[in-house]
């Protein structure tokens, strides 16, 4: 069954130190993989996407995320945190033939510290 | 171009009475999710939608949780009767057709029980 893994619950870092955030994920093959970024009272909003094809991949805000397929792994990065950056953010695999059925992962709840 | 749209955005009932939600998806975007979110937790899947017909339904709790898409645009979750259990945020989602994956969410309803 597929399954997605955040370990860290909450992470604190400084604003402009770099931050990365673990996602581990179970799938029999390639999946789809996504992070999504909730802010406080909104919903969902796509930061980044991997479908396939080079696995660095570049979103939305500065983030970018890496596909390592030997580690299931499939990390978020950002070069230098700003304050606004503070909300819960969420690791999703979606299968290739499952018509868009998204897992998500528990989140983890990004705080920032001046 | 207009998101998803979700109303109300809250809602307080007590144990054993109903609740519905509506949700208006992005203008041409066939396919439509429902989403729970427990507090701490990523959303779960509840239904998907494509058009007016379902396409998964497996983890929406028949007993109590029904949900339309008449028309095939927009679409209501009704609760009923509603358990304590069921106090989350109810997202909504949407996509093209062709890009299951690639989902856009509301900002979602959260159901307080009581």
């Known amino acids: 069954a597929q399954s997605v893994t955040q370990p860290d619950i909450h992470i604190t870092v400084s604003e402009g130190a770099s931050l990365e955030l673990r996602c581990n994920y179970s799938y029999g093959a390639t999946p789809y993989l996504f992070w999504y970024v909730q802010s406080p009272g909104q919903g969902l909003q796509l930061l980044l996407k991997?479908?396939?094809?080079?696995?660095l991949v570049q979103g939305i805000k500065g983030f970018e995320a890496e596909f390592k397929r030997s580690q299931s792994s499939f990390n978020l990065r950002k070069p230098s945190v700003h304050w606004s950056d503070a909300a819960e953010y969420f690791c999703?695999?979606?299968?290739?033939?499952?018509?868009?059925?998204?897992?998500f992962g528990q989140g983890t709840e990004l705080s920032v510290k001046p | 171009e207009a998101g998803v749209a979700q109303s109300p955005r809250y809602k307080i009932i007590e144990k054993r009475q109903s609740v519905a939600f509506w949700c208006n998806p992005i203008s041409g975007h066939a396919t439509l999710y429902w989403y729970q979110q427990i507090l701490g937790q990523g959303p779960k899947l509840l239904i998907q939608f494509q058009n007016n017909g379902v396409v998964d339904d497996s983890q929406l709790p028949k007993d109590r949780f029904s949900a339309e898409r008449l028309k095939g645009v927009d679409s209501t979750l009704k609760i009923q009767p509603a358990k304590l259990e069921d106090s989350a945020v109810y997202l909504c989602?949407?996509?093209?057709?062709?890009?299951?994956?690639?989902?856009?969410f509301g900002p979602g309803t959260r159901l307080t029980v009581t």
């Open positions: 999703a695999v979606g299968a290739r033939n499952q018509g868009g059925k998204l897992i």
């Open positions: 989602a949407s996509s093209q057709r062709d890009r299951a994956n690639e989902q856009y």
């Open positions: 991997y479908f396939s094809g080079d696995t």
